[in-house]
């Protein structure tokens, strides 16, 4: 295991390529064995999820190509295997595989997901979607069994909003036979990525980025080039580590647009941002002042940025409350910030987060983005070396993160765990 090292009190400064969206990636890859001749996927990022999806449609039959950012999938010779345990348990995402087989074979049988467990992730939503459609659902041992004789559409009603849902059973409908409307969509810019992605291998998918999606069924799915919408949440990433150093960083290649909540957070603190066409300048300033911050779906404030925010605002004057409306209980990362000096309490689903000094301190990332908030409070602290471990849920959403820091003048470096 490796650990990663921190040296902080340096501002960043340069410009940093944002890349392919891995929640976007995560959906398109297992979307690709819906079609029957190749998929091109571009601005694919080299994470360790995409690696993972890539081996088990492996696996299925599918023969894969991968250079750099590209990925070419030929799923035409693919089969329906059970995959009850294995590489399935080690990624959330894996789900995607259910609503993919189902409209592709018919049938699914796909290990409970694994992944980041910030906190009880239920796919309640999903099953009612399947069934909604047709399909029989049953929890056997802990994989789930999916099988439709024949997928009919339907009217779904998603009582949470919920973006693998909403995903899932655009996977699904897109080769049910009739039309599916699925009411109470989640709105997020990687839906629509999905579904541009469906609609270029010949699906019918109308409304996506609404809150009602349309989906007339087709009978066969083809082959089409498609390129990756850029990261939002990594861009935010950045751009909060640049306002927590005082630096000056141009975030490139990102959609302005996706990026408005925390843009809006940002200036509102104090923050200057320059919004270009296709990237946006962070200067940083002296002295901010404290905001409250509620995560919420899109296009509110992304919850995947609530904890690198959090570090963000222990540099504010004042007192911050951050709330997530999503996930009520995402704040792993606040008693690993506390052990670096951080002035945070936990009430319900908020933080109430008061400006302190950082220091350097040994810290476990516990997810993903927890990792993230410990790697800008890192950078922030004055002297010292913060050493983070759980590197490995950070490799899951930040490709080169140590290649970038280091570019933007930041002295990081990977190590052995030895312990
Ligand atoms: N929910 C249910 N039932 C369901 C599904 C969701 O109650 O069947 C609840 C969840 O517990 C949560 C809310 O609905 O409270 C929203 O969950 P959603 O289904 O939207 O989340 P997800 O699809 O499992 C994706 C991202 C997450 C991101 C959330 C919210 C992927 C692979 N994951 O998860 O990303 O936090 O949407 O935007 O796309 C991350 O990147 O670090 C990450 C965790």
Redesign the pocket.
């Known amino acids: 295991m490796e650990k990663l090292m921190v040296r902080g009190g340096r501002p960043l400064r340069g410009t940093v390529q944002i890349s392919g969206a891995?929640?976007s990636a995560?959906?398109l890859v297992p979307a690709a064995i819906l079609a029957e001749s190749e998929v091109i996927l571009d601005n694919l990022p080299q994470l360790s999820d995409v690696a993972v999806l890539s081996e088990i449609l492996q696996d299925l039959g599918a023969v894969i190509d991968r250079s750099d950012d590209v990925m070419r999938i030929d799923p035409s010779r693919a089969v329906s295997k059970p995959m009850p345990n294995g590489k399935v348990k080690l990624l959330?995402?894996s789900y995607y595989l259910m609503g993919a087989m189902l409209g592709r074979f018919g049938e699914a049988v796909i290990g409970m997901p694994g992944g980041?467990n910030f906190e009880?992730?239920?796919?309640?939503?999903?099953i009612k979607g399947f069934e909604a459609l047709g399909a029989t659902v049953t929890n056997d041992h802990g994989s789930m069994r999916i099988h439709a004789k024949e997928l009919r559409g339907a009217k779904i009603y998603l009582d949470?909003?919920?973006?693998?849902?909403t995903i899932n059973i655009m996977l699904a409908a897109s080769k049910a036979k009739g039309s599916t409307i699925i009411e109470n969509a989640?709105k997020?810019p990687?839906i629509i990525d999905v579904a541009t992605l469906l609609n270029a291998m010949g699906a019918k998918i109308k409304g996506a980025g609404t809150e009602t999606i349309r989906i007339e069924g087709v009978d066969s799915l083809r082959g089409c080039r498609h390129s990756i919408i850029p990261d939002r949440?990594q861009a935010g990433t950045y751009m909060i580590a640049a306002a927590a150093t005082r630096g000056d960083v141009l975030i490139d290649n990102v959609i302005p647009k996706h990026l408005e909540a925390i843009t809006a957070k940002l200036e509102e603190m104090g923050v200057t941002v320059h919004e270009m066409d296709e990237s946006i300048r962070i200067v940083g300033n002296d002295h901010y002042t404290s905001v409250d911050v509620k995560a919420l779906?899109y296009p509110g404030f992304?919850?995947?940025l609530q904890s690198p925010m959090t570090s963000l605002l222990t540099q504010a004057k004042g007192v911050s409350i951050l709330s997530d409306y999503?996930?009520s209980n995402r704040f792993k990362h606040v008693p690993e910030l506390a052990r670096m000096g951080a002035d945070i309490r936990v009430e319900g689903r908020s933080a109430v987060i008061e400006g302190a000094k950082l220091n350097a301190a040994k810290v476990r990332a516990t997810?993903?983005?927890a990792g993230a908030a410990l790697v800008i409070a890192g950078l922030v602290v004055p002297e010292g070396v913060t050493e983070i471990t759980g590197v490995e849920y950070i490799d899951r959403?930040y490709d080169n993160l140590v290649e970038n820091l280091t570019r933007l003048g930041a002295d990081v470096w990977r190590e052995q765990d030895s312990e």
């Not at 949470?160 to 849902?165: D, L, R, T």
Request: hydrophobic share 40%; proline share 6%.
């Open positions: 891995k929640n995560v959906a959330r995402a980041c009880p992730r239920p796919i309640d939503q999903h949470v909003v919920s973006v693998g849902a989640a997020e990687e949440i779906v992304a919850t995947d999503v996930y997810d993903l983005r959403g």
